[in-house]
């Protein structure tokens, strides 16, 4: 079975942190995802990577920046926290392909005060 | 544009009843898959059924189908004998081709509630 693991399920952390979200997968996939995910809104894509060092923005990348040293870890980064940072962060992974389905982690739930 | 729409917010069906949640997309990629998600409140979200746009049959998995009306780009998702484990967000995505990053289109999600 596929497994994506997520470095913390809750995070509290203050305005102005800087905040590391780490996401691991055992699979050996090539593509991996960051999503932010908002009641109402889906999930939103924040950056992907298909390829180690390599990434592309998705559709919300201000205020996060991502690293993809290795193929299995993915890590977002939040420079300077605020709170409409605020929300469920997701992280998947998947083979390359059209076919291919994204398998997902547990989700960090990050609160920014 | 690209859009998935799901129209329903949220549901409340009676345990052992079928369930259909609604599912319209839009996309001028004549190439494309459709993918149903499941999110329990854990917050893992669960990978359920695959629909390719050429594949000549509606997709089937133990309980879940998908009626997929090509002409009237939609993709309804289909739960055979509800069942309280099934309460949770379900939520409908779109895979054009021609993204070449792969990237998913989300709908906003359906809350199901399944009553005892």
């Known amino acids: 079975d596929v497994k994506v693991t997520q470095s913390s399920r809750y995070l509290v952390k203050r305005t102005g942190e800087k905040v590391f979200l780490e996401c691991v997968q055992d699979?050996?996939?090539?593509?991996m995802f960051w999503y932010r995910q908002d009641p109402g809104l889906g999930l939103r894509l924040i950056y992907f990577?298909?390829?180690?060092?390599?990434?592309e923005k998705g559709d919300i990348p201000e205020g996060y920046s991502v690293s993809r040293e290795k193929k299995e870890r993915f890590s977002l980064i939040l420079e300077s926290a605020s709170t409409n940072q605020t929300s469920m962060y997701l992280c998947a992974s998947s083979r390359v392909g059209f076919r291919e389905t994204q398998y997902f982690g547990p989700g960090t739930r990050l609160l920014v005060l | 544009a690209q859009k998935i729409t799901q129209t329903q917010p949220g549901m409340f069906v009676q345990e052992k009843e079928a369930v259909t949640l609604d599912c319209t997309y839009d996309?001028?990629?004549?190439?494309?898959?459709l993918f149903w998600y499941k999110q329990p409140s854990s917050g893992e979200m669960i990978f359920l059924i695959y629909?390719?746009?050429?594949d000549q049959q509606n997709a089937t998995e133990g309980r879940y189908s998908l009626n997929f009306q090509k002409a009237r780009k939609s993709a309804n998702l289909v739960i055979s004998a509800s069942q309280l484990g099934d309460s949770a967000m379900y939520f409908c995505a779109m895979r054009p081709r021609g993204n070449s990053n792969y990237q998913l289109i989300w709908g906003a999600g359906t809350k199901l509630i399944i009553k005892p």
């Open positions: 629909q390719g746009s050429y």
């Open positions: 990577s298909y390829d180690v060092k390599m990434k």
């Open positions: 996309t001028s990629d004549p190439s494309y898959g």
């Open positions: 699979m050996d996939h090539e593509n």
